[in-house]
């Protein structure tokens, strides 16, 4: 069963294991599509600068759609399985610890050709809003409780 636990102005949420993934998760879009294995996380994390969601997708199965975005560049993380990645119509294998960045007008799909199911994670983020990363937004606050 996945919890939600609210610190101040974090949040943690435990979505349970990859391999629950697909039975624990659905996602119903707008426009009536059901997608098994998907949770978006910016409800149960309260998040305010960017959308990420967490997929496992079964073996054989692909995504039903070609996509693109309005404002929002998209860094998809494969985690397990592989498969084949299509950006602008042009293939792109898939393993894991490949990472994608995919701009907004990209048109994207993607599917899972191995045997064993596709865990992936899904970064959203809108298009040249990063002001600053994290050697210039960082802040060292003291050592480790436990060093």
């Not at 949040?11 to 879009?29: D, I, K, N, T, Y």
């Not at 985690?79 to 990472?99: A, F, K, R, Y």
């Amino acid at each position: 069963m996945s919890s939600e636990h609210a610190v101040a102005t974090s949040a943690v949420f435990q979505a349970g294991p990859m391999e629950s993934w697909l039975e624990r998760h659905r996602w119903q879009h707008p426009g009536g599509m059901e997608i098994p294995g998907k949770l978006f996380l910016k409800e149960p994390l309260g998040l305010t600068g960017a959308e990420v969601s967490l997929g496992q997708m079964p073996p054989g199965a692909g995504v039903s759609f070609v996509h693109t975005h309005k404002q929002n560049e998209e860094i998809y993380l494969f985690l397990t399985g592989q498969g084949e990645m299509l950006l602008d119509g042009e293939s792109h294998p898939i393993e894991p610890g490949t990472v994608f960045r995919v701009g907004t007008t990209v048109e994207r799909t993607w599917r899972n050709t191995s045997s064993e199911p596709m865990c992936y994670v899904v970064i959203q983020a809108k298009t040249d809003s990063l002001e600053q990363w994290t050697s210039e937004d960082g802040n060292i606050c003291g050592d480790a409780p436990w060093a």
